[in-house]
């Protein structure tokens, strides 16, 4: 790193040798930021602090730590000026002097404790800069260890004291008759108000957060009764009294945390300006509910919103309103809502937008200006943060009485009631957050802004963090989303953000503008078309921002360098305008470059003043309602692969495909159960299962049993289960890489359509194709029987398939080739072309396979099922299908490759030890290292291009045979059976068969390159 910082600091002296101060300046402060964020230190440029003597001074930068504790400063001063006197002159402004770097163009100066430590020339070539900034960056006052100290010791010891407040409170439930009617109480407010499904553990742990900050934000604005004044946390203040009737009780409890709260009173007493306090509740707001609870932070998306991104957003807004009614955010009766309103940013940032107007912001905050948040601690920070703000922009303290503490998406009362629905409210409950539900939902809301939770959409059922339904809104997610998409897997629709989109766009009635932060997805992913579609009807502009950052799409990307929120998903703000009667929207959209930092995009965004001044491009939607990576070729003229909407029991006339039915390959849920390479072990472990989850059925004991969805639903019916020995079917696990698995109903996640294909076990070839949402490219693999979901895993993606042939319901093999189909061939190459639907099978293998063919469809083939072209020569592509399938299928019978195999023993090796496995391939060197011993050589180069996914087929053999640690903790321990030892000789000779079907595969699929293809008209009549 120091090297780094090095070729920095040069470049820092190539630069000043042009002697263009402010450049020198700018770098410098680069290679600050730069370091201090190796050092976890933000960098604040133009920080204001108020001094010893309480006036403001603003210094040009300052270090700060994760709680906004300052680190250090820096000061920059022209050439011109005497240096020395400059200093003398600030400290007596009162700048601080504990650890300070005062520059010029020539010189700089640091300061530590008091006293001048060294000067450095800023252009000489000696090492002097870097020794003044290792000083710098390596100080540390006392206060500040023992608070970083304080802070890790903090997430050590807060589980400890979760669970004793836990225990304390149960204990207090089941002795205080008084308490338990208290929480009993708050309970059926916060059902009522927040949301119904509120339970006593959600009331425990309020109070809990609320014990555990209160004296936190009572020292940071030094007024305990701000706090107190609150509505909810009196409530709250009420029921901790009962729960600590022995005063002494408390600070007992709490003991271990006390160097917490003492590093933070401490560091209070140093923030003293608004934005600093600001600045800490933010960092509060993260890094307590991170170490509190971890999981409810990911689920609701604690993450405060960058300010460059918040004013931007109410800047664009502004300009929006002002542009299509004629008003602007701070004009009476636009009325403004953030429905996720974390630590208040945009209520705190409008604030701001408005200041200076001081009657018109007085009636904003008192009656125009709303906000929600459904946690707690977010809750009490977003309050403190916008009162304290009204009170610093105005003088004056007020009440705001305008935030909410509820689940917005349950908030449904006031949906649509301006476009004509009925208009319900709560029952007769009139405590004071019920009252201002009930204001709030009484209002016409013409603005909605924010940043709704991301919450990345939980496939993993074990995971346990699913959000949970909100039924109103979701079933207006499927009235309109859903019913106008067409996508295959519908559940990624209902995410938080469609749900906030579509909660904001029915509660704005007939016009308004929604301001949110949403993820790129929506916009951008194929399974969001009927999203896309409704939005360009429902609203009559959208403004799209594209802050780009998509890690799982590419992968050059580090969610830390370049996504704003430092997340792995895409980030957008979009800003929907809704007019009445005005459908159709034009849709402009700008993006930022793709390598752009983070901290580039937020600084773009922090100079441009509004949308209105950014260049865009308009986006005209396609017939698929794509808005982003339009596809533009011939592609609706082939002949569709399958017809994916059509249901299980419609007629293989109605089709219009080429095959009647397709299915996901196999998952299991728990592939380290249900996957064995022995059938032996394989049984053993499914019979242990098996037998601990009845035993789980009466005892309640689920400690072994990993229940997925589908299993989930069995146990809760207690329906017990019985080892079957017939459920146990050799399937492809991975590419070239078969295995045996237990095919079962009960312990597989998703298999019914399976059955479809493999209701027994007779030979029935298939085309595996992993295509939409695959992170690589298209890939297509047959296979003779059952066949895996990951069975050329790729990111996201999931294999599918079309057999030859399929099982009706009452289990009859018939042909999954349709006459549509067939008639389609020969509509086209004529009755003589001799084709037959073993022809056509093969035939559409050979087309999955053209090289061409996969890069000229490749979006195409990422958001829709595979479609077909007619190429000249049919007879020439059905052979290179079939000789492709009989190699692909029969992988284990080919004729060995001439690999050369060469062992060297280690002689010294202990008896009854095995070599260590490599399993490493090396293209270059045409070698594979199986392990210490031994390698095999003499591969041909261009075996490796036979790519399946993100690795060659020689290199899923390998990957195949690794010898993994199970994630599975019970596997681990008891059936962690697998050596590679014992299957070392299988695998060799099984490499050298992928390596003949390699060579292959790539000498055809070169072929197909070399074609000559001008002249060809691959469209096809698809009526
Ligand atoms: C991304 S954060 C908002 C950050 C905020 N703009 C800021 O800068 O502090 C989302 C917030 O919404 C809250 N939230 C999540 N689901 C909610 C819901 N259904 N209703 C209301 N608030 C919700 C979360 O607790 C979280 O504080």
């Known amino acids: 790193m120091i090297n780094e910082y090095r070729a920095e600091l040069d470049r820092l002296r190539a630069v000043s040798g042009s002697r263009r101060e402010s450049v020198l ?3 410098f402060k680069d290679l600050l930021k730069r370091w201090g964020r190796a050092n976890d230190l933000q960098f604040i440029a133009e920080h204001d602090i108020l001094t010893r003597q309480m006036t403001r001074i603003y ?19 022209d050439e011109n000026d005497d240096l020395t006197a400059e200093i003398d002159a600030k400290f007596r402004k009162g700048y601080p002097r504990d650890n300070i770097v005062f520059t010029d163009d020539v010189t700089a100066v640091l300061w530590q404790d008091g006293t001048e430590v060294m000067r450095a020339d800023m252009q000489g070539d000696d090492d002097s800069l870097l020794n003044l900034l290792t000083r710098f960056f390596a100080h540390e006052r006392a206060e500040i260890a023992d608070f970083n100290k304080a802070v890790k010791q903090f997430a050590t010891d807060l589980p400890e004291i979760l669970k004793a407040l836990r225990d304390r409170i149960a204990e207090k439930h089941a002795a205080s008759r008084d308490f338990a009617a208290a929480v009993a109480a708050f309970l059926q407010h916060a059902r009522d108000a927040i949301n119904p499904a509120v339970s006593d553990d959600d009331v425990r742990e309020m109070l809990i957060q609320h014990i555990l900050t209160e004296d936190i934000f009572a020292k940071v604005f030094n007024d305990p009764d701000f706090h107190r004044k609150n509505n909810v946390a009196a409530e709250l203040y009420k029921l901790e009294d009962k729960l600590f009737e022995d005063r002494g009780e408390k600070p007992a409890l709490l003991r271990a945390l006390d160097p917490y709260y003492a590093g933070i009173a401490s560091t209070a007493a140093l923030i003293q300006s608004h934005s600093e306090k600001q600045g800490f509740l933010k960092a509060l707001y993260e890094d307590f509910y991170k170490a ?19 004013r931007f957003m109410i800047r664009s807004a502004d300009w929006l309103c002002e542009k299509h009614f004629g008003r602007n955010l701070i004009d009476k009766g636009v009325e403004i809502l953030d429905p996720a309103t974390g630590t208040g940013t945009f209520i705190v940032e409008l604030l701001e937008h408005f200041r200076g107007n001081h009657d018109k912001l007085r009636h904003k905050y008192r009656q125009e200006l709303h906000a929600n948040e459904v946690a707690i601690l977010p809750y009490y920070v977003a309050n403190l943060n916008i009162e304290a703000t009204y009170q610093a922009i105005t003088g004056e303290f007020a009440e705001y009485e305008n935030l909410c503490l509820v689940d917005t998406l349950d908030n449904v009362a006031a949906l649509g009631i301006y476009s004509g629905h009925q208009f319900e409210m ?17 209002r016409k809301i013409s603005v909605i802004i924010g940043n709704p939770p991301y919450n990345a959409w939980q496939e993993n059922y074990n995971q346990n963090n699913a959000n949970r339904p909100y039924q109103r809104v979701d079933e207006r997610i499927k009235q309109t989303y859903i019913k106008e998409g067409t996508a295959q897997n519908k559940n990624s629709v209902y995410d938080m953000y469609t749900r906030f989109v579509r909660w904001a766009s029915d509660r704005l009635g007939d016009e308004g503008i ?3 932060v949403i993820g790129r997805k929506p916009i951008a992913k194929a399974a969001y078309d009927g999203f896309r579609k409704v939005a360009e009807r429902e609203f009559s502009d959208i403004w799209l921002m594209d802050l780009g950052g998509d890690v799982r799409d590419n992968p050059r990307l580090s969610g830390t360098t370049h996504n704003v929120f430092g997340i792995q998903t895409g980030v957008m703000i979009a ?6 009667g005005k459908g159709g929207a034009v849709i402009r959209y700008a993006r930022r470059p793709e390598m752009e930092t983070a901290a580039d995009k937020l600084a773009w965004l922090g100079q441009v003043s509004t949308f209105g001044e950014v260049a865009t491009e308009a986006i005209v939607p396609d017939r698929r309602h794509d808005w982003l990576n339009q596809a533009t070729n011939n592609w609706d003229e082939f002949l569709p692969l399958v017809n994916p909407k059509l249901g299980l029991e419609a007629p293989s006339s109605a089709a219009k495909a080429i095959f009647r039915l397709t299915s996901n390959g196999l998952e299991t849920g728990r592939d380290e159960w249900a996957y064995d390479e022995n059938l032996g072990y394989l049984k053993d472990k499914i019979e242990w299962f098996i037998g601990q989850y009845n035993k789980a059925i009466h005892s309640g004991d689920r400690r072994f049993v990993k229940l997925d969805r589908q299993l989930n639903r069995h146990f809760q019916k207690r329906t017990t289960l019985n080892f079957n020995l017939k459920a146990i079917r050799h399937a492809e696990f991975r590419a070239f890489s078969g295995r045996w698995v237990y095919f079962d109903e009960f312990l597989n996640a998703y298999h019914s359509r399976l059955h479809g294909f493999f209701l027994d ?19 297509a693999l047959s296979v003779g029987g059952l066949f895996d979901k990951g069975l050329t895993k790729t990111g996201n993606g999931r294999a599918q398939g079309v057999a030859r042939y399929r099982y009706t319901k009452s289990g009859e093999r018939v042909d999954n080739i349709t006459d549509w189909g067939l008639n389609k061939f020969v509509a086209h190459y004529g009755k003589k072309a001799g084709i037959t639907k073993d022809a056509i099978f093969h035939y559409v293998y050979a087309v999955m396979h053209d090289p061409v063919y996969r890069d000229k469809y490749a979006l195409n083939l990422k958001r829709e099922f595979p479609r077909i072209p007619f190429y000249p020569d049919f007879v020439k592509w059905a052979a290179w299908g079939e000789t492709l399938m009989a190699m692909h299928i029969g992988y284990e019978d080919v004729e060995p490759w001439a690999v050369e195999r060469v062992d060297t023993p280690n002689a010294r090796r202990a008896e009854g030890t095995h070599p260590k496995p490599i399993l490493k391939s090396l293209p270059e060197q045409g070698l594979v290292r199986v392990d210490e011993d031994t390698q095999i050589t003499g591969i041909p180069r261009e075996a490796w291009d036979y790519r399946l996914g993100n690795r060659s087929a020689i290199d899923w053999v390998l990957d195949q045979h690794k010898e993994k640690t199970p994630r599975d903790p019970t596997i681990r321990e008891k059936f962690n059976t697998y050596r590679f030892a014992d299957y070392k000789e299988r695998m060799i000779d099984l490499l050298a068969k992928v390596v003949r079907v390699s060579v292959g595969t790539v000498a055809i699929t070169e072929a197909m390159k070399a074609l000559d293809r001008s002249g060809w008209d691959e469209g096809a009549e698809t009526k």
């Open 514 to 516: 929604v301001a949110f």
């Open 59 to 77: 210094i040009d930068g300052a270090l700060l730590h994760g709680l906004r504790v300052p680190f250090g400063y820096w000061e920059a001063k």
């Open 292 to 310: 509190y609870n971890r999981k409810a932070a990911d689920r609701l998306g604690v993450v405060y919103t960058p300010g460059e991104i918040v």
């Open 25 to 27: 300046r700018e770098a």
């Open 426 to 442: 709560f029952g007769a409950i009139t405590d004071d957050n019920i009252k201002r539900i009930k204001r709030q939902n009484s």
């Open 575 to 580: 800003l929907l305008v809704k007019r009445k």
């Open 761 to 779: 076990e007779e030979y029935n070839p298939t085309i595996a194709y992993d295509g939409m949402a695959a992170d690589y490219s298209f890939t």
